[in-house]
C-alpha cells in the first residue's frame, strides 16, 4: 500500500524558518525534524498556556464524554489509515461517498463538542492568534511526547509531523485572520451573534472541505491529474491530522489524560490552527483548478 507523506509540502526554507522560530540553530543540510526540534528545546514555564489549560478543564469539568471522544478519535485515526485506499480509487464514481465516508467520524465528534459547549469554552479561554501566541504553542508542542507518540500511532512520519508544525509555527499572519467570535469588533458588515466560535469554524469548515472533495472530484474529472489527487489527499490527511490533534486533546480533558496544562493549551491551539491552514490549502491546490495544473484538453 502506497505511503501518503505530506513531506513535499515542506522546503528547506521552511524547515529553516521553523527552527528560527523556535530559537533553534538549523542544520547544515536543513533537516529540520520534530524529534531533533525536541533535543534542543529547553522546556519553560509559560503561566498564561498554564493557567489557559487549567481555566478549560475547569470549564469542561463532566460535560465531556470519553467513551464517545475516544471511540471516535480512534474511528478517525481509521480513516487517516485507509487514505492510500482512497487515494488509489483516484475519482469518486459519484457525488457523494468516498469523502463523505472519510469526513463522518469528524462529524460525529464535532456533534458532541457542539452539544457540551466545548468550543464556546475555548473562545472564552485562548487568546486570538498572534506571533507570540503561536511560537510558544510550537514550542509546547514539540515537547508534548504523549502527542507525538499519538501521531506515530495513526501513520504520520517524521516529516509529516514536521509539516504539521510548520503549519503552526511558520503562519501567523494567516491564523491572524480568523478571530474568535468574542472578539469580532463593531460595526462590519454582518450579524457577529450568528458567527460559531473560532474553533468550531476551524473543524467544521475542514470537515465541510473534505465531504465536499466527492462532487467537486467527480464533476471536474477531465481535468484531474494524478498530481492534483495526491494533493487532494494530502490536504485532507493535514486537516485529519489537525482534527486529530483536538480530538487528542479532548480526549486528554475529559479523561484527566498525560498532558500538562500547557500542552493542553499548546494541543488544542496547534489542532486548530492546522485545520485552519490546511482547508486554505486545500482550495487552492485542489479547489482552484488553474490552466497551468489541469489535465491536457484532448481538443488542444
Known sequence: MPHISTAVDTTVAERRDLATALGVDAPGDGDVTWTRLAGQIEPRSDSSFASRGEAIRADLKGRLD??????????????IDRLPDVRA????????????AVAEP????????????????????LPRFTAEHIEET????????????????????????TALLID???????????????QIPGGVEFDTENVPPLHRRAMGGALLWIRG??????????????????????????MLGGLFVSATAACDLAADGRFTDEQLTAALTAGTAVQIVSQEDILHDVFYIMDDVRAPSELR
Open 168 to 182: 503552526v509555527a511558520n503562519n501567523d499572519e494567516r491564523l491572524a485572520r480568523w478571530v474568535p467570535s468574542n
Open 66 to 79: 470519553p467513551t464517545v471522544l475516544e471511540r471516535e478519535r480512534e474511528n478517525v485515526a481509521e480513516q
Open 106 to 125: 469528524g462529524w460525529r465528534l464535532y456533534d458532541h463538542l457542539v452539544d457540551v459547549g466545548f468550543f464556546e469554552s475555548l473562545d472564552e479561554n
Open 213 to 238: 472533495l466527492d462532487r467537486h472530484l467527480w464533476q471536474n474529472e477531465v481535468l484531474l491529474t494524478d498530481a492534483l489527487l495526491d494533493d487532494a489527499v494530502r490536504d485532507v490527511k493535514a
Open 89 to 100: 480509487v483516484g475519482v469518486p464514481d459519484e457525488p457523494h461517498g468516498l469523502y463523505t
Open 138 to 161: 510550537a514550542r509546547e508542542l514539540v515537547l508534548a511526547e504523549p502527542l507525538s507518540s499519538a501521531l506515530d500511532d495513526v501513520g504520520f512520519d517524521e516529516s509529516e509531523k
